[in-house]
RNA sequence: GCGCCAGUAGCUCAGCUGGAUAGAGCAGUAGCCUUCUAAGCUAUUGGUCGGGGGUUCGAAUCCUCCCUGGCGCGCCA
């Protein structure tokens, strides 16, 4: 890539210098000797602050430094040199050179903007809402997220499992099946707390009719006046005076909804390497579990300590504010140590680095996660964290009304089905992710230039549509100054791969959207300005390169983001 | 009270590992269709980057204090 040669070459003039005068440049310094690839051709192609920098280390003033510098700085590729401003270098490249860029892009076609400089191994867990009912607009958006994530990430080299954690043990889930198994066998009973809503129906009724008739001899008015109580007595009845139905309708309720998710994540053409079962983690008693060995793991290193019957993990060393009970006072394992045994799972799973997505009132959790992940961990594992936040839908200017009358939130399939899965996937990545997001509904149905997914599928349509008519020739001539004439858009296009790396490296899917309108604003004036079709076939076959290089930028760009482009609208 | 995230144009947001005049879209104003889709383009109006200090050649960006908003602070999951 050109601007990695323009960076080797900086860097070893710079150190010539460096030697020349017998001063000693600083790491911290050295790190910053780099070009910087320009979004306006005022400032050339690439320009460089380094000279500003290292004014101090050589005492000359920047543009002494500068001058010095630009003297060796000669590559081929490189038409002219210029000293700006306070110091700044800027470059210039040929535009035989940016021909040359172009038709690699061409031949490399989906293969441009990858990179395999990265080998790690990555596991990313996202979505892993509870199997407790289907999915609402706020998981959707880390289910987009990570997914976009997942692909930027493979992108440039890493080894990627994308995981989906199963919540099927626990309170939440006893819950699910005592709502299920009342709604079925017990007319006109309903306790606060219980889960509602149609699914609910359908899954009872489904499930009576497969398990027959069922005496149920459990009275709303025996129950503790205290509803969380009242949730835990009705769990216990059924479990210890209808087992069986108890069981089956655990597996039927969770392995039903499960489905549901998993069919609206492959609507959004979201799919998960790996789906981890809570209940696979074992119990406590078994020494064997990963519950037991991330418990004793952290009992070895030292760091928990009795009291109240309980045992702690003193996450106070590791700045959290308080310590955390793993193992709790009647012997069973809080929610936090099954989590932390999941991790113990991920880190004996040998993965260089372990990535959570996790829903931005969850962002408590990181620090204790952390710690116990530091504890468990070997080698140089790394866990990280990346929130989301919630999503709020607006209509004609309103806020949207939550869905239901519990106060849930829109559910994912709803939206979906007004809007289709793709305009959600665009707009959703749009913004960053921490950061609570307003979207326009109004905005999102729209078929005009207002509303950005449709402008950037258009774009591509527009390559398409020309393309169609007429294709690039690679034994016609380039006119290079019709490439020169289009800086913007070619500047975008060469430069695809750093501004690739740059996001992956940033967690940051947001910024290639953004990069995404760039790019079409870019071919939308290009288009407007230059006719393609043209009698002139030495210009017409340049601007059928550029037609067909952006087609390449635009569709690479939406497979990362999970987005199909359109070829016709 | 403590912690995390944020406050940039009338609106929705980029820019934040410090760099050359603070960007885009919408909204406003003025233009462009016998020509590859006008589902588009061009020009233009609009900002003491929440406020005060500091760090330095240089701060929207880093540090600090304050103000405002969102979220979180269970032996719940």
Redesign the pocket.
């Known amino acids: 890539m050109i601007l990695d040669r323009l960076n080797k070459k900086l860097v070893e003039v710079v150190k010539n210098k460096a030697a020349e005068k017998s001063v000693e440049i600083s790491e911290e310094i050295l790190n910053q000797i780099y070009f910087e690839i320009?979004d306006?051709e005022?400032?050339g192609d690439y320009?460089t602050?380094c000279a500003?920098?290292l004014a101090?280390t050589f005492s000359m003033n920047p543009r002494e430094v500068a001058e010095s510098l630009v003297e060796h700085l000669t590559l081929p590729s490189i038409k002219s040199l210029a000293v700006?401003?306070?110091g700044?270098i800027?470059v210039y490249l040929t535009s035989n050179e940016k021909s040359l860029l172009l038709k690699e892009i061409v031949k490399l076609d989906s293969e441009w903007g990858k990179n395999e400089k990265n080998k790690g191994k990555i596991l990313i867990e996202f979505v892993s809402s509870?199997p407790t009912g289907p999915l609402h607009v706020g998981h959707g958006r880390g289910a987009i997220l990570g997914m976009a994530l997942s692909n930027l990430l493979e992108n440039s080299g890493y080894k990627v499992t994308k995981e989906y954690y199963v919540?099927d043990a626990?309170?939440?889930i006893s819950i699910l099946i005592s709502s299920i198994l009342v709604k079925a066998y017990i007319k006109n009973f309903n306790i606060d707390g219980m889960y509602e809503g149609s699914y609910i129906h359908e899954l009872a009724q489904e499930f009576s009719k497969d398990h027959g008739k069922v005496d149920i001899a459990l009275k709303s008015e025996e129950l503790s006046d205290d509803k969380e109580k009242a949730l835990d007595q009705i769990s216990e009845y059924f479990q210890t005076n209808h087992a069986n139905e108890w069981e089956a309708a655990k597996n039927f309720s969770v392995a039903n909804i499960l489905d549901t998710i998993k069919q609206e994540l492959h609507s959004f053409d979201i799919v998960h390497d790996n789906w981890f079962h809570e209940s696979s983690l074992g119990s406590i008693q078994d020494s064997d579990s990963d519950l037991s060995k991330s418990l004793s793991a952290i009992e070895k290193a030292g760091h928990t300590f009795s009291?109240?019957?309980?045992i702690w993990f003193r996450t106070t060393e590791f700045k959290d504010?308080?310590d955390?009970?793993l193992l709790?006072?009647?012997g069973e394992p809080?929610?936090?140590l099954t989590d932390v045994g999941y991790h113990k799972n991920k880190i004996d799973r040998d993965y260089d680095l372990c990535i959570n997505i996790f829903g931005?009132?969850?962002?408590?959790?990181i620090t204790r996660l952390t710690a116990a992940f530091d504890v468990m961990k070997s080698k140089e594992q790394e866990i990280e964290f990346m929130l989301y936040?919630?999503v709020n839908l607006y209509e004609d200017g309103n806020k949207r009304a939550m869905s239901t009358r519990k106060g849930e939130f829109y559910s994912l399939e709803e939206l979906r089905k007004e809007l289709g899965p793709d305009v959600i996937k665009f707009f959703f990545l749009?913004?960053?992710s921490?950061?609570?997001?307003?979207f326009d509904i109004n905005l999102a149905k729209d078929?005009?230039?207002?509303n950005?997914y449709?402008?950037s599928q258009?774009a591509h349509?527009?390559c398409c549509?020309?393309l169609t008519?007429k294709n690039f020739d690679p034994d016609i001539q380039v006119d290079d100054k019709e490439i020169e004439k289009n800086f913007d858009i070619v500047n975008k296009l060469l430069n695809f791969p750093h501004f690739l790396e740059?996001y992956t490296d940033e967690r940051?899917p947001?910024?290639l959207v953004?990069y995404v309108?760039d790019l079409s604003?870019a071919f939308?004036?290009f288009?407007?300005?230059?006719?393609?079709?043209n009698d002139e076939e030495k210009i017409e076959n340049s601007r059928l390169l550029l037609t067909l290089a952006t087609r390449v930028v635009l569709a690479n760009s939406f497979r990362i983001l999970n987005v199909k482009p359109l070829e016709?609208?």
């Open positions: 320009n306006e005022s400032h320009s602050s500003l920098k101090k700006e401003g306070a700044f800027n509870n919540n626990g309170r939440q009291r109240d019957d309980a504010d308080k955390r009970v709790r006072e009647n809080t929610y936090y931005a009132d969850h962002h408590g959790y936040q919630l749009e913004k960053k921490d950061h609570p997001m307003d078929e005009s230039k207002n950005p449709f402008y258009y349509v527009r549509s020309i008519k740059r940051s947001h910024s953004h309108k604003a939308h004036t288009y407007e300005q230059n006719p393609v079709i016709k609208m």
